[in-house]
């Protein structure tokens, strides 16, 4: 049976509902809390699990939390706000981009990963066949030693490059795909180097329709979307509420150029809400309610008045695609 894997248990697709794709719900980044950059630190359980309350209140049923060990997880809180909220978690195995390696690795996981100071020396040092049986651990044992296993697996790279031990993890993670049939996700910064991680894939005969690639509308680029489609990956619109990046109605023409092109079902939509003040109960910002509250009835409206049918298509960006994308491959 094909299955979709969350924090307590494995589920029928059909069962995952209304999903936001990609955001982060309890986590202290070791690089963000070494620089003091406290707006990145999403570090109060309870204000935390209110953000999440307000998305099941509006109808959510369903988060991918898509933290992985360098970025901070806190993976007994996360689980906790998916006990007393009822929303379903997907967690999340594998690496972030190299630039936040630097930070110190948390005593408690040495004995997971070895004795090494920081993720780039563990990264840098291990390898590529032992990063692989670490992110297959995650994925069917559970992660950082809970019993709360990830259901997909991540890597990243920087903007406009892919340095060699993002490489690395890239390879480690296509071949813990293969091992674990988890789907993979992603990171691009500013929503670049999509086309040159698919090509590192390729090589790792990874088949894309696996594959979900992160902040595509951080490059609101037609042409490029339309290529990175074009393999039949997922292309992840996460950055909505994001106004100091691009107004909503870039990000919604840009959906709907797609659509137009025929890729309405490669689509999912999300917030990535990863800073105090993007949530509502730590700094008064549009937090987790806001996509499903207000950005679903605009685009809506919109995509009726160019003669598509939105309801349908939010159908799509956000139960019947999160539905294939997260289903483990048979």
């Not at 990874?206 to 042409?223: C, Q």
């Amino acid at each position: 049976m094909s299955f979709i894997r969350t924090f307590f248990e494995d589920i029928n697709p059909q069962k995952l509902g209304f999903t936001y794709s990609h955001e982060h719900i309890v986590c202290v980044p070791a690089y963000w809390k070494e620089r003091n950059a406290d707006d990145l630190l999403l570090d109060d359980k309870e204000k935390s699990q209110k953000d999440v309350e307000d998305f099941a209140i509006n109808g959510g049923k369903t988060i991918v939390d898509a933290t992985a060990i360098d970025y901070g997880r806190k993976v007994e809180e996360v689980a906790e706000i998916s006990r007393a909220t009822g929303i379903k978690i997907i967690g999340t195995a594998g690496f972030n981009k190299s630039f936040l390696w630097s930070g110190k690795i948390k005593p408690e996981l040495k004995p997971m990963i070895g004795n090494y100071e920081t993720y780039y020396e563990w990264i840098e040092e291990t390898p590529i066949n032992q990063l692989t049986d670490f992110v297959v651990r995650e994925v069917e044992e559970g992660l950082e030693g809970t019993n709360y296993k990830a259901g997909q697996v991540k890597f990243g790279t920087g903007y406009n490059m892919i340095t060699p031990l993002e490489e690395k993890t890239i390879r480690a993670v296509a071949r813990a795909h293969h091992e674990t049939k988890a789907p993979i996700h992603s990171h691009t910064e500013v929503g670049t180097m999509a086309l040159e991680q698919i090509e590192i894939l390729k090589q790792e005969n990874v088949s894309l329709e696996y594959l979900s690639i992160g902040h595509m509308d951080r490059n609101l680029d037609p042409y490029y979307h339309k290529k990175v489609a074009e393999t039949g990956a997922f292309l992840s619109f996460d950055g909505i509420g994001k106004i100091k990046y691009a107004p909503e109605s870039a990000r919604i023409k840009s959906i709907l150029e797609l659509v137009k092109a025929g890729h309405e079902d490669q689509i999912l939509v999300s917030g990535d809400t990863a800073r105090k003040s993007y949530y509502k109960h730590y700094g008064y910002g549009l937090g987790l309610e806001y996509i499903i509250k207000k950005w679903v009835p605009r685009f809506v409206d919109e995509a009726n008045k160019q003669g598509f049918d939105g309801e349908k298509l939010i159908q799509k960006f956000f139960v019947d695609n999160p539905m294939r994308c997260f289903t483990f491959k048979k």
